[in-house]
């Protein structure tokens, strides 16, 4: 099993969530219709593409590493957003990176 | 976001809700393993429309992911009901319990290892930790 590309699509699930997780923010302004349907079908893709790693990967293995994607949406707020981001959440983000680093150790 | 208090219903909801979520994840696993490793766009074709053409040919991906979506209308009465600083951390729960109950399940059939465990537990205490942090920088 390529260990690399099963990383790949993990993190490829998690940008894809981050995306979500973003526009899930719009969805809290005024409803905007295109949005909304973007999100249902990324919805409906992610699900695909997490039964694609499922066939693949333990569930106890790939379910934590969804957790990914709150790194990405911190990295994003931080980053693209200009928000700050506190030293509470930026020790939250370390502790799924290394919880992940050790999953990935031992698969 | 105003709060209100933790109230006993609300809690009880919560714990659906995890516990829905988990096993949305375990039966699809099961399911996935029934279907076997999907290597290819064939494969994947196959999975997605004989899914969809006959849903009884994959029965514990669709029971994975009915019951994923009731998790999400529970989980959205809870919010309901909460504030999502104290419910959002509590979703970590999760990680556990799919964890657990895939080493449980003997169709999975998953080791528990120290490893592991440390593994979880660091992703939930981080979840915990940016989840509960709210919007305010602290």
């Given at each position: 099993m390529g260990l690399a590309s099963l990383a790949q699509i993990l993190l490829k699930h998690g940008m894809n969530r981050a995306g979500d997780a973003a526009s899930g923010h719009?969805?809290?302004?005024?409803?905007?219709q295109p949005l909304v349907l973007a999100g249902m079908s990324?919805?409906?893709?992610?699900?695909?593409?997490?039964?694609?790693?499922?066939?693949?990967?333990?569930?106890?293995?790939?379910?934590?590493?969804?957790?990914?994607?709150?790194?990405?949406?911190?990295?994003?707020?931080?980053?693209?957003?200009?928000?700050?981001?506190?030293?509470?959440?930026?020790?939250?983000?370390?502790l799924i990176v290394v919880g992940v680093g050790v999953l990935a150790r031992g698969a | 976001m105003a709060r209100r208090p933790v109230d006993i219903v609300g809690a009880g909801q919560l714990l659906l809700a995890v516990s829905l979520m988990a096993a949305g994840q375990l039966f699809m696993r099961r399911g996935m393993l029934d279907f076997g490793p999907v290597d290819s766009f064939a494969d994947f074709g196959r999975l997605v429309r004989g899914g969809l053409a006959s849903p009884a040919s994959i029965p514990f991906v669709w029971a994975g992911m009915i019951v994923y979506a009731a998790a999400v209308m529970v989980w959205l009465?809870?919010?309901?009901?909460?504030?999502?600083?104290?419910?959002?951390?509590?979703?970590g729960l999760s990680y556990v319990l799919v964890y657990l109950g895939a080493a449980a399940w003997p169709a999975l059939d998953e080791p528990l290892s120290l490893q592991r465990f440390?593994?979880?537990g660091l992703i939930m205490c981080g979840v915990a930790l940016v989840a509960g942090s709210g919007s305010k920088a602290c």
């Open positions: 719009i969805w809290l302004r005024p409803l905007r990324a919805q409906v893709l992610l699900t695909c593409i997490w039964l694609v790693v499922l066939s693949h990967v333990d569930v106890g293995l790939a379910f934590p590493v969804l957790a990914l994607s709150y790194v990405l949406v911190v990295a994003y707020s931080a980053l693209w957003l200009g928000e700050t981001v506190g030293r509470r959440r930026w020790l939250g983000v370390l | 009465q809870v919010l309901s009901r909460m504030a999502l600083s104290i419910a959002f951390p509590l979703m440390a593994g979880t």
